[in-house]
């Protein structure tokens, strides 16, 4: 069964910076491509990032290039989004998804972990 | 960017009822369109990708159709477990982009 479980969310000063981790399994991780999407509070979907499955290309939403690196240890079966700069606007949860072989994003979610930033 | 314009923003329905959803794409995307479910307080499912073909699992009262610019997903019967929010997304091109969501609830 493929599961993937974020981790790392919490409270977080504006200017600060927080760690998201995503651990996989029930598929070989090291074949797929991932990503994060986030939601604010009542509010819609947003994509943050894309990393291959190697790791060798990752793209970013503008909203968060420069502050936000996505990576991953292929030898953990773990996503992380390194997240820094925060601001008011980048509470939300996040989660991380799965990339299908045919292309199509998002066949696997995770349950999400909440970002608060504030002072 | 490609902008994703979704409509309605919200419906309301019956059990039963056949509802039907759209999203606009500002440029052409092909075929590349997913279709997700989201219940209060729950991740995203993913229902539809390629613009048509369904996730293994989702019951078949699910269907997407279009190409190009303008998409549809419809529900053919609607039950009670449907009543969420639906977003469609664009992944023909980075940034990857979402529509607003339609929010389906009980008429």
């Known amino acids: 069964e493929v599961q993937l479980v974020e981790s790392g969310g919490g409270l977080v000063q504006p200017g600060g910076s927080l760690r998201l981790s995503c651990a996989a399994s029930?598929?070989?991780?090291?074949?797929?491509?991932m990503y994060w999407v986030r939601q604010a509070p009542g509010k819609g979907l947003e994509y943050v990032s894309v990393?291959?499955?190697?790791?060798?290309?990752?793209y970013y939403a503008n909203s968060v290039k420069g502050r936000f690196t996505i990576s991953r240890d292929n030898s953990k079966n773990t996503l992380y989004l390194q997240m820094g700069s925060l601001r008011a606007e980048d509470m939300a949860v996040y989660y991380c998804?799965?990339?299908?072989?045919?292309?199509?994003?998002?066949?696997?979610w995770g349950q999400g972990t909440l970002v608060t930033v504030s002072s | 960017d490609i902008q994703m314009t979704q409509s309605p923003s919200s419906l309301s329905a019956s059990v039963g009822d056949r509802v039907t959803i759209t999203c606009r794409a500002s440029q052409g995307i092909g075929n590349f369109l997913a279709w997700f479910q989201q219940k209060p307080g729950k991740a995203p499912k993913s229902l539809i990708y390629a613009a048509s073909s369904l996730q293994s699992g989702v019951p078949s009262k699910f269907s997407g159709s279009g190409s190009g610019t303008d998409f549809t997903l419809t529900i053919s019967s609607l039950q009670p477990e449907d009543f969420a929010t639906y977003y469609c997304q664009q992944y023909n091109s980075y940034p990857l982009t979402f529509g607003g969501g339609t929010k389906v609830e009980i008429k």
């Open positions: 990393i291959s499955s190697n790791g060798g290309r990752t």
């Open positions: 029930g598929f070989t991780f090291s074949s797929y491509a």
């Open positions: 998804a799965r990339v299908a072989v045919t292309g199509t994003f998002g066949d696997y």
